[in-house]
Every structure is written in C-alpha cells, then in structure tokens.
C-alpha cells in the first residue's frame, strides 16, 4: 500500500465512551486518518472535547491536545458530521437498536462509509462483520449493498470482543486444512469491557461475576456469519460447527482470555504443526501492509503459564492475538488459551483495522 | 448420631500452614472434636502456637485464645503426638510426597486415624480418597487396609479442591439415573489455594494466570477414583467417563467456580429435573447428621449471575455446593455454573467432615 | 438494661440501598427493634423487598426471608409509615438536602423517632450528632428540640463513616485529661463508602483515588460539634482542636484506615498509658449494655502491621474500633493507625447503637 | 551534552531482581549506555539471562532479545565484570549490609563507577545519594571519595522509592525561597516496591497493610541528607526540617503515591504560585539534557482528582512527578498530593539518570 496524498477525515461517533476514546487514542497519529470531528450526544454536543471527558479519559496514551479542544458535534446529526468526515467510528451506545440502525443508516445514505462497533448491524444480511485477518472477502458485498439500498456510503461492522481472542487461531487452523466441528470456550473477561462506569467495584473486587448479558449468544453465533459465506447476495452462515461459550467477568482492567476445548472434523494436526500454523498465519492486513496490522496476528508463546492479560495484551500495540499452553484434550482433541486486548484489537483497533482494510480495497 | 460421650482428642499437622489454620478455626467449638495438640515442622517446634503464627492468621474466624498458647511439636515425631491424639488432620506440606507417605504411614501404624489433605496417599490402592456425600461407602475399606498393612490406625485422604465445585452436582445427577459421558470443565480458582505466602501480588493484581501446576491432571483423574468402586480389595476408577479441565487463578482471595459443559450418556433431564435433583440431593452426611454437613449439600440458585465467590462461598458455613445458570449446551447437553469454599469445603471443612464419616462408621 | 416487653416496630428508610440493607441485615434478630416495613423511593414503591434487591444484596449475611416478601412503601409518605413504625432508620439518597430535611421533619412531625445516615439534618443546631461513646449526653437536647419545633417524634443523626476509625481513639485520650490541639490524619477508604453502584471498577483497579467529594470536609469539621456542647439550647462546637484530613479511596471493599499524627495541648502520655487509656475506655452504650454495644469499644492490637481492613473490620460483629503501630510522630507527639467498618459502626451498625441509646434514654 | 563517542558498556548487577529487570528494559535503547554483562547471585551464573528470568519478567517492556542470550555472571566477582563494564548498576538484593558495602567497594576499587539502588552505602559520609534534580552537586563529593578511599571508580547512590513522590516538589519550593519547617506525608506505596514474589496476594487482595519495614525511618532520615550540604569532606544532614512518614502498602501494582501536609518556617507562597513553581521547576538534568530527564520534572495535575497511580505514573515515561489537590491544610498551610513510578523514577530509572549526571561531569 504507497501512501496516501492527503489523509482521509474521519469523525468519531460516541466520541465520549470508552471505545470512543479508545478510537481518539488510536487515531493521533494515524498515517491515512484524521479525525476532523467528534461527536456524542445531544447533552454532550456543544461542550469542548477536553471538557466532556473531564477525568474520565480512560487510555494509557495521553489525550492528544488538538482534540481536547474539538467542540462535540449532535451524533444524530449526520448531515452535519457528513460535511466533514468521509468515514465514521460508529461506538454509539444506543440501546434501542432500531433507532442505531436508523442513525448508521443515515450516514451511508449521506454519502458516509460507516465503520460500526454496535451490535445493530451484526445481523443484517448485506452488512458485513469483518475480522480482516479472516473474512476480509466480505467487504466485497458493499457495491452490492449500495446499488440495493442506493447508499452512497456504506456499513460495515466489527463482531463482538469476546470472540477475538480464540477465533482467528481457529480460522487459521481451519485454513490450513483442519476443520473443526466442536469448540468449548469459556471466556475470562476485563472489565473495560462492560463500558464505564460499567461494573461497580463491589461486585468485582475479590470476585468472579459468571454472566455477561447477551454474550455468550453473541460468543457462538458470530463466527457463524464471519466464517461464512456470500451467496446469492447475502451472507450464509458456515454450518458443521458448534460452539459452546461460558463467558465471565473477571478483576482485570483489560484483556480478554479465553480456554477453548477443540474437535477436528476430520484431519487432526500435530502440536507442533499447530504452533507452526499460528505462528507462520499471515492474511490480507498483513500482505496489504496495513497500518494498524500486526505483523504477526497470532503469536504461539512457548511458557506454561501463558498468555496471561496483564503481560501479553499490549503485544504489537494491542493488536496480536496470543495464544498458549497447546495440549491434549482428553474429550475432544486439542486445547489451548487464548488472549486479546478487547478495547483494541477487540474494539477500536480492530475498528480502523477495518476501515484501512475499505480504504484499501478502494471502498470509502 | 447421638451426642459423643467424650470429646476425642484430635491434632493438627501442619498447623501453621494456611490449611492447618483453618482447620484450628474450624475445630474450636467442635461437638466432636477437641484440639489436644498442634504440630508443625522441626523449625517450629518448641514455639508457643500464638508465636509461630504472629500475624500470619488467615480465617475469619478469631484464633482461639486456648490454642494460642500450644506449643507446637515436631510433626515428624508421630510416638509423642499418638500419645495425646486418637486421630490427626494432615496439612502438613513436603514437597517429597515418599516422605510424606512414610510420615502419614507411621501415624497409622502408631495407631491413630489419619485425615489427610496432602495428595500423597490419593493414588494408594487401598487408601479411600473420600467426598463424604459422594462415595462414603469408600471408608469400608479401612478394615482390610488396617489388615494388610498391620496398621492399627488407618489413612483416609481427601481429593483436590478444584474438582468440589462441581463434581458433587455431577454425581447427584448419575445417581438419579443420568449417567454422564463428557465433561470440559474450566476452573477459576482462588489464591488461598495456594496456601501462603502462595501467589505474588505482582503475579495476580489486574491479571489472571492460566495454568496451575499439576491441578488439570488431579481435576481430570480424581473423580474416576472417587467415581469407582473397590474390587479385589483395592480401588478401580469409574470408566466411561471422561473429563477435560482448564484451571485458572484469579484475583479472589476464596472460592473455586467451575464452568461446566456435560454430555449425557443416555438419558437427558430436562432442566427442572436437574434442578430438582440438585436441590433434594442428600447423602450419608445428612442421613448421619453428621456436625459439619451441610443441611442441604447442593444449593441451586435461581438468579441469572450467580453464583459469586464473595457472595456465595460461606453458604452453609463454607460447606454448601452452590450451583447456577443452568442451561442448554450447544456442544452437548447442558451447562451451568459450580462453586465451592476451597480452604472449607475444599481443605479443612472436608477433611473434618471425613473424620466425622470415620467416627459415625466405627472406625476411629 | 432489661429486656423489653415487646420489641418496637421500626421501619427503614431508603431500604434498598446499600446502607439500608446493611440496616435489614444488622435488625434481622435485634432483642429490641422489629422491622415492619421498608420504604424506599416512589420507584420501587409496590415492588416486594426481595424482587427490589434482585442480585444486589451487599451484607455477608443473607437477606432474611420474613423481610424478603415485604411490600417496599413510598418513603416520602410518612403518614403511612408512622401508622406502622415508632422508629425510623434514614438511609434515604436524596441529593438536594432541602428536600431530604424535609422529609426527615415530617417523619419527627409524625411522631416518629428519626436516626438518620444522611448529612442533611448534620449541621442542625438542635439535632444532636452521636457517636454514643463520644456524646451521648448530646441525646438530652430532644426534649428541647421537641418543644421548639412542635414535634412529637424527634431526630437524631450519625457522623461521617471516614471518622470513626480514629475520633473516638482520641476522645479516648482527651477524656482521660489529654487534651489534643492538632491532628493531621490520612484515610484510606473503601469502595462501599460510596455505596452501590459507586466506585466503577474501572476507576479503582490497580489504582488509587485521592479524592472523595465533600469529605475532608466532613472529616474536618464534623468532630467538632461530637466534640462541643450543649449551650443556649444549640450545640457550640470544640474549639482549640484543629484538624487536617486527606481522604483517598483505596480498592478495599470494607473498612476505613486512618493513619493519624496527634499534637497534645499540654500533658503527653506515655504510649503505656495511650494503650491503656484505649484497651480501658468504657463508656454509655457499654454502662447501658445495649445490644450492639462492643464490649470493648477500642481494640490495640499489638502487631507492627496492624489493623488490617481484611483482618480486623469485624472484630465485636463490625462494632469496634481497632488501632494499632503507636509510635513517637517527629512532627507531633504520637501516631498510630486506626481502622473501622464503614458500613457497620461507620454507618448502620452506628445507626442502631444510636437508636438503641435513644430507647434506653427514654427519648422513643 | 553531545552525543557520546560510543557508548559506555555497562552491567546490571542483580539483574534477574525486578529493580535489575527494569535496568534491563530500560537501557534497551540507552543512547550513552549499552549492557555489555548481566550478574546476578552465584546460584543462577551460568545461565542465559532468558532462562533465567523465565517467566518472571515484570516490566511492561519485552525482554530485548540480545540479552536474553547473556549469560550471567556471577556478580561478586568484580575482576571479571570489571573487564567488561566501566560503570555497573547494582540491584543487588543482599540482606547482609555490610556484605553489600564490601561487594561495592570491590567495584570502586577495580575502576568501575557503581550507581546503586542498594541502601549499604546510603548513610556512607562519602557516598553522594542523588536526586539529579534536587542535589546534583553532592556529585563533586567524588574526586574526594576517589582519594581518600584510593579507589579508581567510585559510589554514588540513589535513595529509597518512598520518598520520589514528594521531596522534588518540595525542594522545587524551598529552592523558590519557600523553607519548610514541617511534613507530616502518608504515602500508599504500590506492590512492586517490595520485588518480586514481595507481598502475597492474600495479604493485600481487598486490603491494605499499614506497615512496610523500615520505609518510614528512611522516608523521614534520607531527605535530611539529600537536602544538606558538603561540609569537611563528608555530607551534613539539612536541620530545621522534621518529617514524619505513615508508610502503607495498597493493592496497587505501579506507582508510589504521597499525602502530604506542609508548614512553611517563612514566607507563605499563594497557590497561583506553588503550582507556577511547580510547573516551571528545571534543574541539572533538565539544562544538560540528559536522555533520561523529563523535559518537564514536576507536573501540576489540575484535575480534583489527581493524581493517580494507574493514568499518571506513567508520565514522562514514568520518569515525571505529578502533584495535584493543592489546598490549604487547617493544620499546616498547605497540602497535596503527588506521585511518581516507584520502579521507574524511584529505582532503575533513577539510578540510570544518576549514571547520566556522572557522565556528563566527567566522573566515569
């Protein structure tokens, strides 16, 4: 990918949020994006970024300066955010998800390629959920949609961070030749993942909550759509795989881990073919060098007692998907752990990841 | 079981360790039980109790104010303990499990009932591994181990704490005709398994680690010997049933939970069985009314995020499985959610609970 | 204190708070208070107790199941509640204090005896702040706020939780003729002070707060009027006593420390004679022996790293204050560290004794 | 300064400790220094430093791959590490003080400049403890030190973490013509200023723990030096200063924070001012530009509530002091909070600035 004459401006949708700020943190210095709005909603639009955020800003990396002075924009308002921004990160918190769709609707229609982290469009049968390292083939329904539903923008989401941290190992082992017909995972989730303020401390500190509402239907589910299919114009899910999630919250800020129990269909690989396979995984990010890629999307690390969320998830800036402690199962056949930044490679990272993978691809 | 015309004189070995505390804890008002003496290693022998504990204290519960000040004795000297004892709580903590077995073999030749939480004896052929509600016709052993090996006292071990989160809830249900074929199981285990100084606080603050040493083999191996029967005079594992286990430490202080998925062999209840099955679940500790058993051994809760370590643990004293989320599997048959004490029911709670069983069947 | 005839019938105000049901959980078994109905606000007005709690019972010890079916009663309608209650506990959250006197007028109004958590009626020149070992006498101005405000009922209010751990270990002092000038103290507070949902996990894992609103303030002035008197029918703060308070909050569930450097006018007392004055401090709740009085009020705990919240916050069932590391301050005289269960004696547990002291005094 | 020559090879005694680990990551990219050995306790030389470490790396940073492959060496044998090395950073962790003096002298005898983070040689009259930006000149101690002691290297040391968060402030206003005549400061020190394994986890998961041996005679003792002046050839403690130190542990991994209330002896800066002085406060490593200095050495956060350790310890790459809540102290005339990264600034990252200052005066 050479580099882009001038860079593309982008606003922000939900720019206050967790994921929001998120997406400001990871857009500073951005080499094809930048940011020439940020917008909430309506209580907030009007205020000075800087303002709005108050002491909630939630990343490692510093509020960068020049938004801290950005005014917020109405996030409803889409003409307006359309004046300025060729592309959007949808991290609206709406839970009425008629009226988010309508909102995301909106901006296509406005001429806007929205890249979404809500869950509104999951479904929708012509919007693909995109983990480009996987299914990065799917962006190719969107002429597609835009000719059905006369957009000149588009939609295109992200699936659900609590999958991102063993899905990609699976696809990789199921490109190379070893389909998989069963998978027990039970999540171990941080907190930053329900939001802020999201979960009070009292119910977490020297505690385990077993149940995240909604997200074990999304844990097995997603995959389903992302490992699948365009056919006659809509997405098909992929079928002869069954998945079974426990999903929990657990006293970490950051970082989703996952223990995954796996069947093969037929063909059942050895350990070390299976670390081989990890650790040699490369797909379109990669080739097309995008800027947010990590260069080696999952990484094998060799240490009984990883990967662990406090030491692994920051690995290629949040972006990698570490996985460990490969070993025989004594139900199906093999089982590992797995780990991912979810407020990165599981939301915002893998946000622009994707909109890098439209610009690429010449969709926005 | 009528009142106990006299308290039988009981030690404590290893009674500095986080285990042997709290079994000092557990056994302060025991109808029972009386505390005669408390031993640890050669280092600490000779220390008024009060002393070698300083600020270690672990229970909540007070450190009895008579205890405090027992001088400790030499563990290893079993002749001086069998004098003041007719029955010892191992907690004592070698690394080298041959030496521990001699230890605990020189109590029971000294003619004292041993109870032991160390896993030296878990594999010996005729040395019940016992979970009173589960297999307490396994104490019908001790007369031919006592004849065999010439003991006048006898060796009776309790298994590990992982697996009592829910291996209780799984027998309940083959005993209701279910028989069980597959179980992944995956644990979230607190640090006071670990026993102290244990975890490092570098290790687990905003972090979990995926892997405890030695823990996935005991989860996985255990319940087959707890599961069997004794044939030709010694223990044959349960077969037809196979287990995976993932175990992990996370930042709770106690409490083990358990994320379990189950295939059926044969015959699949439907949820309100399995739950009526749980809550009505009752065995010999009930039916003896033995002093530490809990009224009901299996308590199903009917609310969609539970059960919580910090909630749930001390149900029934600490001696209680709590179960929930119990729900369609879509590998196999159904899932749902198990919980235990570890350093109650899982240690010390279920090592007296053991000795109970030994009293009320004669064999103490 | 003998036994009453019947126990009074008590109601709880803001019953479904976290305070509240600290509350609920301390009356299950009081020997003299009977709760006869829970109120909170017009929201949950109609809704039983236990549906209204759903998951979010806080309290170690369960929610009583009498109380569970409970029908929640609009707390703004005293009228009902007198009809039903001679004494009320105010755990009420308003946040505009104009309001919240208010209703806490109207309840006295009633005929009801009002014993309040809330900061509203604090400053009240003739509502007495209690911490019953420090001011008891303070009660004796009722019947003089009862004539003046046409009242039958009256009312009573608690301090701040972030200064019991360390105000009645120096009134302690005073009282045995050590008169202090100056102290500059230093709290770590838990994440329940904030009641529920609070503190979001986000803000306080692997971190800490210094700053919690309003409450150095509180901190500062509040012992003042514990520590005046009664003069022309009002209280006249303490003067001569200067005090400096930084609060932080800390990821503790329960339990405020205080770490305290202490300046006496004129006579200096040994540290012998500080841990005596403290291990030997009585006073009216223990001379009354109300029910939740601890019998000994101040715990020393001999120990260089104690208090410790985990350890030491339920010493006499939450009630007592421990304090411990007496040393020679370089810039003062003395300084130790103090510690208390906010949510018990700092809240309502303080509620009670209050309460209880009320009765004894003949003010209900 | 200009850019060096080529770079000064250095080693890290102690180097597999957390403080010798932090050395490690952070003179990766060093661009004066460059590790040319790795030493460490007889008991691991031999082994790469890989292997050694293991899976204990604590810092955020990955372990560079070059010196995973040093193997080390033993660090008591200064001839050999003398070879290789003109300057070491010692992190030994001996608890034999006296030992620890021998171990350094033998390096400064052997030509090698040690810069360490031990407490041996704190009280040494000889021996500098540094602060680059409070006491830089108690580096010209060393010509004297070399003479007298006939050493061709030479010691210079760096004082306790505890104490980083708030003398640089105070200096900074002292500096300014404000003296202070008095401290009393509470500081909330994070787990990692005790190594690793350090504090247990079950001593610290929802608690805190109100002790930390030796930490306050330090925090009130080193200052006096630090602050004083060269007099006859030895170090003259400051006078008219008196500190006094509560010192507690919290469950915080990262990040010393500090409450502290001052009496100035004078002159009485408004608050416009203090945080003028603050903000515009450079020294010695800021005007020679060493590569470790933080542009900007004392931040004023105006934010009511910070600092905090998990979103300001990194600052400056941890090696910034933030101060905040400035206000007046009822007792003093003005207090506030500050922080700093207890193993960055307040060890390895200290001690390499220390290192820069030798160098850039000639003394290496």
């Excluded at 967790?18 to 009007?46: C, N, T």
């Excluded at 329904?141 to 923008?153: D, N, V």
Aim: with cysteine; net charge neutral.
């Amino acid at each position: 990918m050479e580099q882009l004459k001038q860079k593309i401006p982008v606003a922000v949708l939900g720019a206050t949020g967790m994921v929001g700020q998120q997406y400001v943190a990871l857009l500073a210095d951005h080499p094809w994006f930048e940011i020439s709005l940020v917008a909430a909603s309506a209580r907030s639009a009007g205020l000075r970024y800087g303002e709005a955020i108050s002491s909630r800003w939630y990343p490692e990396a510093p509020l960068p300066d020049r938004i801290k002075n950005y005014t917020l924009i109405d996030a409803l308002d889409s003409a307006a955010v359309a004046r300025k921004a060729k592309l959007v990160f949808s991290a609206l918190e709406l839970s009425d998800k008629d009226e988010l769709r309508k909102v995301e609707n909106a901006y296509a229609r406005a001429g806007v390629a929205v890249v979404s982290n809500a869950s509104a469009h999951r479904d929708t049968e012509d919007v693909p959920m995109i983990i480009p390292e996987i299914n990065h083939h799917h962006a190719d329904i969107i002429p597609l949609q835009r000719q059905r539903r006369e957009w000149s923008g588009c939609i295109a989401v992200k699936p659900n961070c609590s999958l991102q941290s063993y899905l990609t190992p699976l696809f990789a082992l199921m490109q190379a030749g070893y389909e998989i017909s069963d998978v027990v995972v039970t999540t171990l989730q941080a907190v930053s993942g329900a939001g802020y303020p999201g979960v009070p401390s009292l119910d977490i500190i020297d505690n385990v909550i077993p149940f995240i509402n909604g997200e074990e239907e999304k844990t097995e589910q997603e995959p389903l759509k992302i490992l699948g299919e365009i056919q006659d114009g809509r997405f098909t899910p992929r079928s002869g795989i069954r998945i079974s999630a426990h999903c929990n919250r657990v006293p970490v800020r950051d970082g989703h881990s996952a223990c995954v129990s796996v069947r093969f269909a037929h063909a059942k690989p050895k350990f070390d073919r299976v670390i081989e396979v990890w650790n040699n995984f490369r797909s379109a990010p990669q080739e097309l060098r995008l800027p947010s890629a990590p260069t080696q999307p999952i990484i094998y690390l060799d240490d009984e007692a990883r990967p662990q969320p406090k030491k692994d998830r920051m690995r290629h800036n949040g972006m990698a998907i570490t996985v460990g402690r490969l070993r025989a199962c004594p139900v199906f056949d093999i089982k590992f752990v797995g780990l991912s930044h979810n407020t990165i490679r599981g939301a915002a990272g893998g946000g622009i990841l994707n909109a890098e993978l439209l610009v690429a691809k010449n969709l926005v």
